[in-house]
C-alpha cells in the first residue's frame, strides 16, 4: 500500500523485559507509556501456563488487558519454566519433547481465551547427539501437533526463526513450512534485530520478502554476526526504512520491543524505547519531502558474540561486519566452538 503512515503501527512491549516486575504492574506502566499491546512471555512470574487456578488467572488478566486497551499476543521463549537445569529444555529436538509439547498446547488454549493476535514459538538448538536429519523430523512433527491444536482453537502462529537453533533464518522458516504442507495457522514472527544479524537482505527487504505470512513482530537493535538485544541507537539498524516497510506491507499486527535483558531498568528502557520509535515512525511517515531517516551509528570497541541472547564472549569489533555490510554473517557460540549463521 503506497503511502502507508508508519505513525499507525501499533507499538507493544515485551514482559520479558519487565522480569523483576508483577505482571499486573508491569501492564500498568506499559499501559502508562502509551503501548498498544504486550508480548507476554508464559513464565513461573507472569501467568505460569502449569500452576494451580489457570482459568480465574487467565480471565482476570483478560479483563485487566481490557481495561488497559492492550492488545496481546503470546511468547512461550522463557528459560527455565520446563526444566529448572536447562534453559530452554526440553525443545522439540530432544528425545522426549512431551514437556514442551504441552506447554505449547497450553500456550495455544491460553492464546485462545484471552484472544491472542499469535502464538509465538521457536524450534531450540539442536543438542549435539541428536543427528540433523532426526532433529529436522522431529521439529516437523511437534510442529505439526501444534499446528492441529492451533487450527482447532483458531489461533494463528508465528514461528520465530532464531540465530543458532535449527531454524535460525527466514529460509529455514520457508522449509519449515512447506514441509508441514503450508498450514493457514502457520506464520511466521520476524525479530527485526535477528534480520541484521544473520539475513542475506537488508532488513526492509526481509520485510518485504515475508509480508504475506508475517503474524508477529518482535524488534530491536543489533549487529551484524552479534545476537545480542539492543537498545535502539545502540546498533546499527536504519529503523525509518524498516517501519516505513512493515506499513506499505499492511502489516496490522503488535511491534513488541524484545530487550529481555533490561529488566533492571525496565521502566526507563521502556520510555525511551517508545519515543525513539515515535520518532522513528515520523521520520518514516509520507511528507513533503519523503523523510530519509538517520544514517547507522558507527561501530566501535568491543562487542560480544551470543547464541540464543545468553552465550557471550568478548570478540574485537573488527571482526564484525562493517553497518553497510549485508553478506550473510557468521555468529560463534563460545560455549561450544559451534559455528552457525
Request: charged fraction near 20%.
Amino acid at each position: 500500500m503506497p503511502g502507508a503512515d508508519a505513525t499507525t503501527l501499533r507499538l507493544g512491549y515485551g514482559t520479558n523485559g519487565f522480569a523483576n516486575h508483577r505482571l499486573d504492574d508491569a501492564l500498568a506502566v506499559i499501559a502508562d507509556l502509551g503501548y498498544d499491546g504486550v508480548a507476554l512471555t508464559l513464565d513461573h512470574d507472569h501467568l505460569d501456563p502449569f500452576a494451580p487456578g489457570l482459568t480465574r488467572r487467565i480471565a482476570v488478566l483478560g479483563r485487566r488487558l481490557s481495561a488497559l486497551g492492550l492488545g496481546l499476543v503470546i511468547e512461550t521463549g522463557a528459560r527455565y519454566l520446563l526444566d529448572p537445569w536447562h534453559k530452554h529444555a526440553p525443545t522439540l529436538l530432544h528425545d522426549d519433547p512431551t514437556r514442551r509439547i504441552e506447554f505449547l498446547r497450553r500456550a495455544v488454549r491460553i492464546g485462545a481465551d484471552l484472544g491472542a493476535e499469535a502464538v509465538s514459538f521457536w524450534a531450540g538448538v539442536r543438542p549435539d547427539e541428536v543427528a540433523p536429519q532426526v532433529a529436522w523430523d522431529r521439529l516437523v512433527a511437534g510442529c505439526a501437533t501444534v499446528v492441529d491444536a492451533a487450527d482447532a482453537a483458531g489461533v494463528t502462529l508465528g514461528f520465530e526463526p532464531e540465530p543458532g537453533m535449527l531454524v535460525e533464518d527466514i529460509a529455514g522458516w520457508r522449509r519449515l513450512r512447506a514441509a508441514l504442507g503450508d498450514p493457514a495457522p502457520f506464520g511466521i514472527t520476524l525479530d527485526i534485530g535477528h534480520c541484521r544479524c544473520l539475513e542475506p537482505w537488508p532488513v526492509p527487504q526481509c520485510v518485504a520478502e515475508i509480508a504475506e505470512h508475517l503474524v508477529n513482530v518482535q524488534i530491536d537493535d543489533m549487529r551484524r554476526g552479534v545476537h545480542e538485544h539492543l537498545e535502539f541507537g545502540t546498533g546499527e539498524i536504519d529503523f525509518p526504512p524498516v517501519l516505513a516497510a512493515l506499513a506499505e506491507a499492511g502489516y496490522g499486527g503488535l511491534v513488541a520491543v524484545e530487550l529481555p535483558r533490561d529488566s533492571h531498568a525496565a521502566p526507563a528502557v521502556a520510555a525511551r524505547s517508545i519515543e525513539f520509535l515515535r520518532a522513528a515512525a515520523a521520520a518514516a511517515s509520507p511528507v513533503e519531502p519523503a523523510a530519509s531517516g538517520g544514517a547507522r551509528p558507527a561501530v566501535g570497541g568491543g562487542a560480544r558474540a551470543a547464541v540464543e541472547g545468553d552465550t557471550e564472549a568478548e570478540v574485537p569489533a573488527g571482526l564484525l561486519c562493517s553497518a553497510s555490510t549485508d553478506a550473510p554473517a557468521t555468529v560463534r557460540s563460545p560455549d561450544t566452538g559451534r559455528r552457525v549463521g
